[in-house]
Each structure stands twice: as structure tokens, then as C-alpha cells.
């Protein structure tokens, strides 16, 4: 199979890379199937959809900035990227994070009922 990109141009990939969010990401949910891509070149993750190939969400592994950050079983966390050309503005958001579990190909966006948690936490320091 494969979708057409503006940001990577054609990707082919076979259903076994499909990530299924049953009740889709906050704002998108009638987006449900999924492509993680991961350039060596590029810092993030894109999460990007295949129903609607330029929907893209950049995602930043969280398990770098904390190493207690909320778990679920078998799921890796990861936050959502606000991009801005100047990288001391670029932004995570912790407070809602998007689980996957690499194994089952499944995923799910979580709200934190924490405060410690931002939704638009610093990235770089300058």
C-alpha cells in the first residue's frame, strides 16, 4: 500500500506498520489509522495519518525529559510537538500525551490529571 506526502513524498508500507487509535488523537477523531515515522536525520517521530496523508503530527519521546513520566503498560509516551522557527519556542505538550504500544499497533491520547505536567513545556533552552 502506499500514501502520498508532501513532507516524505511517496511511502509504502504494508499493514503490519498501521497504528490504530480506536478513538483517534484530540480534535481529529475521525483520523483512526496511523504511520510512525522515523527519519535517522530528524529529531521526532511523525505521526501521520493515512486516511488523510497531510495531517502530521510531530512527537517527541517523553522518556528522555523524564524518566518517571506517567507510564501505561506496554505503551511508550510521547508528546506532541508545537514546531515555531525559532527553536527556543519550540513546545511539548506533557499534559496530553499519545501512548503507543509498538508491539500491538495500537495507540490512545491521554489527558494527565497532574499539574506538574505542561501543555507547552520549553523543548530547548537557550
Not at 27 to 56: A, H, M, N
Request: no cysteine; net charge negative; glycine share 4%.
Amino acid at each position: 500500500m502506499k500514501i502520498k506526502t508532501t513532507q516524505f513524498g511517496e511511502i509504502e508500507y504494508t499493514q503490519d506498520r498501521v497504528i490504530s487509535f480506536e478513538a483517534g488523537l484530540f480534535g481529529f477523531e475521525e483520523y483512526k489509522k496511523f504511520l510512525l515515522i522515523k527519519r535517522e536525520e530528524d529529531l521526532f517521530f511523525w505521526l501521520t495519518s493515512i486516511d488523510e496523508p497531510e495531517i502530521v503530527f510531530p512527537l517527541f519521546g517523553v522518556n528522555i525529559l523524564d524518566d518517571n513520566y506517567p507510564a501505561a503498560e506496554g505503551n511508550e509516551p510521547f508528546a506532541v510537538v508545537t514546531l515555531n522557527s525559532n527553536p527556543a519556542e519550540i513546545t511539548v505538550n506533557l499534559k496530553a500525551p499519545v501512548y503507543i504500544d509498538q508491539d500491538l499497533k495500537v495507540g490512545q491520547q491521554k489527558i494527565l490529571d497532574n499539574d506538574k505536567y505542561a501543555v507547552d513545556y520549553n523543548l530547548f533552552i537557550e
